[in-house]
Every structure is written in structure tokens, then in C-alpha cells.
């Protein structure tokens, strides 16, 4: 006799329903193979089925500590038993172990089906960081939503950690394309999808953006070659037909962008969206199709009946008829062209409002223009960004500044943005610091001192602020359990190292420890105490939004 035989008797009881006989035979099995962590999960699925719920949990548990650490299915059978207890938040911890550790997948979608049973249990979604065994699909799920939000920098910075985690997420890399290509910066962009199509040729988020690439760069006999494969294909998947339709629209292929818009606005999940309807007015104005425009920009008007946006361009469709205009070409952005919507804000007293501000059809177009309009629609777009004011605005106006060939007076207005914004910023930390500091101590002065002395010729007044801004948020919140700052070079070492870090200057631990004369792991230490309480808080084609790839 041994582990086999009593295991094949416990098998036979199993199916006679004997539960009891056959927990008896999976103990023996475990008496003669302790090791084996098969016989131990068995054991405990049998403790499971006749509703000794916490001896299976024992049991399972004991495989994690003593037996096979590795078998991460046992934590999804441990939710199972903890949820059958209605111990549910236990069984969130567990099974959101399950989700973080376990690289197989084995049980996602019942995983999935227990994680909405405990959702409605504790009316709030579980914390999970990551699932393994979708390696990064959690943090692209989040670089999308920042694409889509305009916030390109963001979403740049984690896309570019994603891709480097998991180099064959080509949707992960096809969106970091896009990030690269709406903030101007296209050889990367390009190189970027040119790794996508080396993996999978036929990728056609990948064609698509590097023919737009191709018109770029005016490459007009690469662009037609491909623009021709394209206009023959018909995409099955929704989105796909999305992204084939807005690339045709910007690569002025109205007729089969127009094809596909239809397509779409049949389509249920598609045609409650006021924008798709813009898009194919767009596309049918474009091709010549002036009433079918009519149609579908009253259809836009129905769904979103605020927006000021279908009356603009049904108003230019009565325009044209009354002049006897023959074309009418119209852009494809969901919002008001450039020029009438500065008019808007600049003559007629609107104000921008706050969805007009975090609006990434709004926000992409003028960080496009910022970087590819003529010289007045980039003052317009410069004095229009102070209305927005947020860190991604800060960032596209610092990268402005660094562009070489750009007007010295366009710089002189973006510099005067940034000094208001600036300012603005420090009356607002001035205030909560006042709020959490009651008294600042001649030690944080001294720190602060010793490295604006340090970094004078080297940086701008910005970098300085930046650098007390730091300082400030740093002390703030550990307020009140600061510690004794004793060493001055040490802490100012290394908020000058992470300044530098949030401009985007690399600086090496050593380079920073040589200017103050300490030791490189002093600087090393002192930033991280930085970062582990400051870093949570702060982040190191034209004619259509972002449209990311879903997966």
C-alpha cells in the first residue's frame, strides 16, 4: 500500500458520494506523501464540499507555509471557502493575492464572477494593483484613461514602463505611439509602431499610424501604397472599424471614412454618442454629401443638446446654400474650430469652463497647435493655456521653451504663463504650509539656502521654486514628527537631485554628491526618505482625439 492506493480509494468514494471514507483515504495519502501538495489540496476540497470551511482554510493554508509556496490557486479556494462563511472581506484579501501572485490564469473568470459577488457584498471594488496573469493590462487600462484625458506626459511615463515590463504588449505600444505622436514627438513615435509592425505585421492599429506618419513626413508614395491596402480592408471588431475610419478621415479618404462612420452609427453601443455623429457629418460634409451632413449633425444636436457645436456647423451649412459655396471642408474635431472658439472666449466675454478645460479633444488640440500652428494661433494657444493651468500645461510650456527654432516672442509670452502660474502656485503652498507649519525652523532654512546656492548657475528661477516647493510639501507632511535635520548638505543634496528628476535633467547620485562633498549612498538615502512621502502625489492627428487601443 501506499500514497497512489489510497488516493485511487479515495477517487472510488468520490464517486459514490462517501465523503467521509474519502477524507479518511486523502489523509492516508497525505500520511505516506506529506510532500506532495496534490494530495493536501484534495484533503481540503473535501473539507470544502462537506462545509468545514475553516479545516479546508487550515489545510491550505498549511500547503502555502510548509508544503509548495508556489501553488497560488490556493488562495482563490480560500476565498471561495471565506465567502461561503460570508467572511467577505477576508475574501477579497485572498483572492486579490490570487490575482497579484498567480502568473497562470487558471481561474480568472470565476475569479472574475467572485470579485462582483464581493463588490455587491461590500458595496466598493476591490484594490487590485495588478493581475499577473495579465501582466500590465491594469496599468494600461489607466495609461488609457490618461491618454484620453489629454495628460500625454503621464501617460508616456507609465506606457514607456509597461512596454519595458512586457515587451510583446503590442497595445501597450501602439497607445505609446500615439503619446509620442501627440506631443510632437514623431521619430519616436514612428520608431515605436515600427517595433509593433516588426512583431505583427498585420497589426492595424500599426498600419493605420504609420500611414498617418507617412503624410507626415511626406512620404506620399509609401502613404498610397498603404493607403490602398487600407481602404480594401473591412475591419470585423468595432473598434477597429473606429480606427480605420478616423485615419481615413485624416489621411482625406472622406469618401471611405464617411463608409465606416455609417457603419458604426448603426451599431447600439456606438450610437448614443453624440461625437461619432459629428464624425460622420464631418465625413459626409467632406465627401459632398451636404444633407446627409444636415442629418447627422441634427442627430448630434438631440443627443447633446447643450453643445453649441452642432448649430456652429449647421449654421455653415445654411452659410454655404445662401452663398452658393460648392465645398465645404470641415475638420473632424468634436469642438469648435480654432479660431471661433478663441473668438469666443476672447471677444464675445465667455469664460472657459471646467469640462472645456479638462476636454482632451480640447486639451490635445492645443498641444498640437502649441507645437505645429502658425505663429498667431500659438499665441492664442499660449494665452489660452493660463486658463487651464495644471501640471501638464506647465510641462508642454517648460518643453516650448526648449524648442530651438521657436519665436523669441512666443517664448517671452509662454516665460511670462509660466511666472503667473508660478506665482500662483506658491501663494497657494505659502498658504498650506502657513496652515501645517505654525513656525519654520532655521534648520529647514538652512537646507533650503545651501542648495538654491548650489544650483544657482545651473538653473532658473522655476527650478528654485520647484526645489522650495518640494521642500515645503516634504515637511508638510510630516508635520508634526519631523526629524532632526542635522545633516544640512545631505537633505539639500538630495532635493536637488529631485528636482532635477521632476524637470527631466538626469543626475547620478555620484555627480550630486561630489558638488556637496558627502558620499553618493548619503545622497541615495536622503531621497529616499523624500520619495516614499512625496512621491504618491507627483508624477517624474490633428483631426481627432486620441483614440487608444482597447484590448
Known amino acids: 500500500m501506499n500514497a497512489n492506493f489510497f488516493f485511487d480509494r479515495a477517487v472510488k468514494s468520490l464517486d459514490r458520494y462517501q465523503y467521509e471514507k474519502a477524507l479518511k483515504y486523502f489523509r492516508k495519502a497525505v500520511e505516506y506523501e506529506?510532500?506532495?501538495?496534490?494530495?493536501?489540496?484534495?484533503?481540503?476540497?473535501?473539507?470544502?464540499?462537506?462545509?468545514?470551511?475553516?479545516?479546508?482554510?487550515?489545510?491550505?493554508?498549511h500547503i502555502l507555509d510548509k508544503v509548495e509556496p508556489s501553488m497560488?490557486?490556493?488562495?482563490?479556494?480560500?476565498?471561495?471557502?471565506?465567502?461561503?462563511?460570508?467572511?467577505?472581506?477576508?475574501?477579497?484579501?485572498?483572492?486579490?493575492?490570487?490575482?497579484?501572485?498567480?502568473?497562470?490564469?487558471?481561474?480568472?473568470?470565476?475569479?472574475?464572477?467572485?470579485?462582483?459577488l464581493l463588490h455587491y457584498e461590500l458595496n466598493r471594488p476591490a484594490k487590485v494593483n495588478r493581475i499577473k496573469s495579465r501582466e500590465g493590462m491594469v496599468e494600461h487600462e489607466r495609461a488609457r484613461e490618461l491618454l484620453e484625458e489629454g495628460k500625454f506626459a503621464q501617460a508616456v511615463k507609465m506606457l514607456e514602463e509597461i512596454v519595458a515590463d512586457c515587451p510583446d504588449f503590442l497595445a501597450a505600444r501602439n497607445n505609446l505611439a500615439l503619446a509620442y505622436y501627440y506631443t510632437g514627438r514623431f521619430a519616436k513615435a514612428k520608431q515605436t509602431i515600427e517595433e509593433v509592425l516588426e512583431q505583427e505585421p498585420g497589426n492595424l492599429h500599426g498600419l493605420c499610424n504609420l500611414a498617418i506618419f507617412f503624410q507626415h513626413e511626406g512620404k506620399m508614395e509609401e502613404r498610397n501604397r498603404l493607403v490602398e491596402m487600407l481602404a480594401a480592408t473591412v475591419p470585423?471588431?468595432?473598434?477597429?472599424?473606429?480606427?480605420?475610419?478616423?485615419?481615413?478621415?485624416?489621411?482625406?479618404?472622406?469618401?471611405?471614412?464617411?463608409?465606416?462612420?455609417?457603419?458604426?452609427?448603426?451599431?447600439?453601443?456606438?450610437?448614443?454618442?453624440?461625437?461619432?455623429?459629428?464624425?460622420?457629418?464631418?465625413?459626409?460634409?467632406?465627401?459632398?454629401?451636404?444633407?446627409?451632413?444636415?442629418?447627422?449633425?441634427?442627430?448630434?444636436?438631440?443627443?447633446?443638446?447643450?453643445?453649441?457645436?452642432?448649430?456652429?456647423?449647421?449654421?455653415?451649412?445654411?452659410?454655404?446654400?445662401?452663398?452658393?459655396?460648392?465645398?465645404?471642408?470641415?475638420?473632424?474635431?468634436?469642438?469648435?474650430?480654432?479660431?471661433?472658439?478663441?473668438?469666443?472666449?476672447?471677444?464675445d466675454g465667455e469664460v472657459m469652463t471646467e469640462e472645456?478645460?479638462?476636454?482632451?479633444?480640447?486639451?490635445?488640440?492645443?498641444?498640437?497647435?502649441?507645437?505645429?500652428?502658425?505663429?498667431?494661433?500659438?499665441?492664442?494657444?499660449?494665452?489660452?493655456?493660463?486658463?487651464?493651468?495644471?501640471?501638464?500645461?506647465q510641462h508642454a510650456l517648460q518643453s516650448f521653451l526648449q524648442e530651438p527654432?521657436?519665436?523669441?516672442?512666443?517664448?517671452?509670452?509662454?516665460?511670462?504663463?509660466?511666472?503667473?502660474?508660478?506665482?500662483?502656485?506658491?501663494?497657494?503652498?505659502?498658504?498650506?504650509?502657513?496652515?501645517?507649519?505654525?513656525?519654520?525652523?532655521?534648520?529647514?532654512?538652512?537646507?533650503?539656502?545651501?542648495?538654491?546656492?548650489?544650483?544657482?548657475?545651473?538653473?532658473?528661477?522655476?527650478?528654485?521654486?520647484?526645489?522650495?516647493?518640494l521642500w515645503s510639501e516634504f515637511l508638510s507632511k510630516l508635520y508634526p514628527d519631523i526629524p532632526n535635520i542635522r545633516n544640512t548638505a545631505g537633505w539639500a543634496a538630495a532635493l536637488e537631485y529631485m528636482t532635477a528628476k521632476r524637470r527631466g535633467r538626469a543626475y547620478t547620485y555620484e555627480e550630486v554628491a561630489v558638488r556637496y562633498g558627502i558620499s553618493s549612498s548619503t545622497v541615495r538615502?536622503?531621497?529616499?526618505?523624500?520619495?516614499q512621502i512625496c512621491s504618491n502625489d507627483k508624477q517624474d492627428d490633428e483631426n481627432f482625439r486620441p483614440f487608444t487601443e482597447n484590448i
Open 34 to 61: 506529506p510532500n506532495n501538495p496534490v494530495n493536501h489540496c484534495n484533503m481540503a476540497g473535501i473539507l470544502s464540499e462537506t462545509g468545514d470551511y475553516e479545516g479546508s482554510n487550515t489545510v491550505l493554508q
Open 72 to 116: 497560488t490557486e490556493c488562495y482563490f479556494y480560500m476565498a471561495n471557502n471565506y465567502a461561503n462563511m460570508e467572511r467577505f472581506e477576508e475574501a477579497e484579501e485572498a483572492l486579490v493575492t490570487y490575482l497579484e501572485e498567480d502568473s497562470s490564469g487558471q481561474f480568472m473568470d470565476e475569479a472574475e464572477e467572485l470579485m462582483e
Open 236 to 347: 470585423f471588431h468595432q473598434e477597429h472599424v473606429f480606427k480605420l475610419a478616423t485615419t481615413m478621415g485624416i489621411l482625406g479618404k472622406h469618401k471611405e471614412a464617411y463608409g465606416h462612420f455609417r457603419r458604426l452609427s448603426k451599431d447600439e453601443e456606438f450610437s448614443s454618442d453624440p461625437s461619432l455623429y459629428h464624425y460622420t457629418a464631418a465625413a459626409a460634409c467632406n465627401s459632398g454629401h451636404y444633407e446627409a451632413a444636415e442629418k447627422y449633425w441634427r442627430y448630434a444636436k438631440k443627443l447633446d443638446q447643450e453643445s453649441v457645436i452642432p448649430d456652429f456647423y449647421l449654421a455653415q451649412l445654411q452659410q454655404r446654400q445662401a452663398t452658393g459655396t460648392k465645398v465645404m471642408k470641415v475638420s473632424y474635431h468634436y469642438h469648435l474650430p480654432f479660431e471661433e472658439q478663441f473668438k469666443r472666449w476672447e471677444y
Open 356 to 393: 472645456a478645460r479638462q476636454n482632451p479633444l480640447i486639451r490635445s488640440s492645443f498641444f498640437w497647435a502649441l507645437r505645429h500652428g502658425d505663429p498667431h494661433i500659438k499665441l492664442q494657444v499660449i494665452r489660452t493655456l493660463e486658463l487651464i493651468a495644471d501640471d501638464e500645461v
Open 405 to 469: 527654432g521657436e519665436d523669441a516672442d512666443l517664448k517671452d509670452a509662454a516665460r511670462l504663463v509660466l511666472q503667473q502660474l508660478e506665482s500662483k502656485r506658491s501663494r497657494n503652498q505659502e498658504r498650506e504650509t502657513q496652515e501645517v507649519l505654525p513656525d519654520w525652523h532655521p534648520d529647514w532654512q538652512k537646507v533650503l539656502d545651501q542648495a538654491t546656492q548650489m544650483m544657482d548657475k545651473r538653473s532658473d528661477h522655476f527650478w528654485k521654486r520647484e526645489l522650495e516647493v
Open 525 to 531: 538615502r536622503y531621497v529616499r526618505q523624500i520619495e
